[in-house]
C-alpha cells in the first residue's frame, strides 16, 4: 500500500487532477498491478506512465478515481545466443481505481 497525500490534499481544488496525475505517473511501477493487464507485450519497461482520469467521486470515506494508465510494455525475444534482434515495445493501457482513504492518505488500486 502507498499513500497519495498531495491529492487528498488537492482534493475539491482545481489543482487535483494534475496533482494526482502527477503523484501516479511518480509511483514506483511495482506498486500498481500493471504486469497483470498486459495484452500484447511480456513484461513492463521501465518508462514512465501516463494516468488519465476518468471520473472521480467520494463518500465519507474514499476518494474514487477511475484512471486509464497507458504505458509501455516490452515484447521479449527468444534470448538465443544467436539473437540479434534488439527488444520491441508495444504500448500498453488499463483502467484502474485509485481508493484513497481520506483520513490518512493509504490508497488501494484495483484493476477495473
Known amino acids: 500500500m502507498f499513500t497519495l497525500e498531495k491529492s487528498l490534499q488537492a482534493w ?3 489543482a487535483f487532477e494534475n496533482t494526482f496525475k502527477s503523484e ?3 509511483l514506483d511501477k511495482s506498486l500498481l ?3 497483470k493487464t498486459l495484452l500484447f507485450s511480456s513484461y513492463v519497461s521501465n518508462d514512465k506512465i501516463s ?3 476518468m471520473s472521480s ?3 465519507l470515506t474514499y ?3 477511475k484512471t486509464t494508465i497507458f504505458y509501455t510494455g516490452i515484447i521479449a ?3 538465443c545466443a544467436d539473437d540479434p534482434g534488439p527488444q520491441d515495445t508495444q504500448q500498453e493501457s488499463c483502467n484502474l481505481l485509485f481508493r484513497i482513504n481520506r483520513n ?3 490508497t488501494q488500486v484495483e484493476i477495473i
Open 12 to 14: 475539491d481544488t482545481s
Open 51 to 53: 494516468p488519465v482520469i
Open 63 to 65: 476518494l474514487l478515481v
Open 104 to 106: 490518512n492518505a493509504e
Open 77 to 79: 525475444g527468444c534470448s
Open 24 to 26: 501516479v505517473s511518480q
Open 33 to 35: 498491478p500493471l504486469q
Open 57 to 59: 467521486s467520494s463518500d
